[in-house]
């Protein structure tokens, strides 16, 4: 079992940043592929980014590639997303999710683990 939390959430400008971490916790979780799925309510939950559990493989949705940036810390098994250059469409509750697969399933229905997530509202 993995339990994943999220944080760095909040209000922002739009053209500004925000940088998102998920604390994960668990057995073997740092052997796990993490990811990034946001969702507006009313709407279905939205990839936005992927990465192998060990850094070197990233997918990202086409409406955020060049501006959010995944990592991970396995050491301190924490994922991170820095968004920069962020747009109010980018407004959503993000999830940090996570999967015994490969970074390339990124739907969500792929995500064995969720977090509860963390609200972005970016200003216009």
């Known amino acids: 079992q993995v339990q994943l939390v999220e944080s760095g959430g909040g209000l922002v400008q739009a053209g500004g940043s925000l940088r998102l971490a998920c604390a994960a916790s668990?057995?073997?979780?740092?052997?796990?592929?993490t990811g990034w799925v946001r969702q507006v309510a009313g709407k279905e939950r939205e990839f936005v980014a992927t990465l192998s559990w060990d850094g070197g493989t990233a997918y990202y949705a086409d409406s955020v590639k060049g501006r959010f940036t995944i990592s991970r810390d396995n050491d301190k098994n924490t994922a991170y997303l820095q968004m920069n250059g962020l747009k109010p469409e980018d407004t959503a509750v993000y999830y940090c999710a996570a999967n015994r697969g490969p970074a390339s399933l990124t739907r969500s229905r792929d995500m064995d683990y969720w977090g509860k997530g963390t609200l972005v509202t970016v200003s216009s």
């Open positions: 668990g057995r073997a979780c740092s052997t796990y592929t």
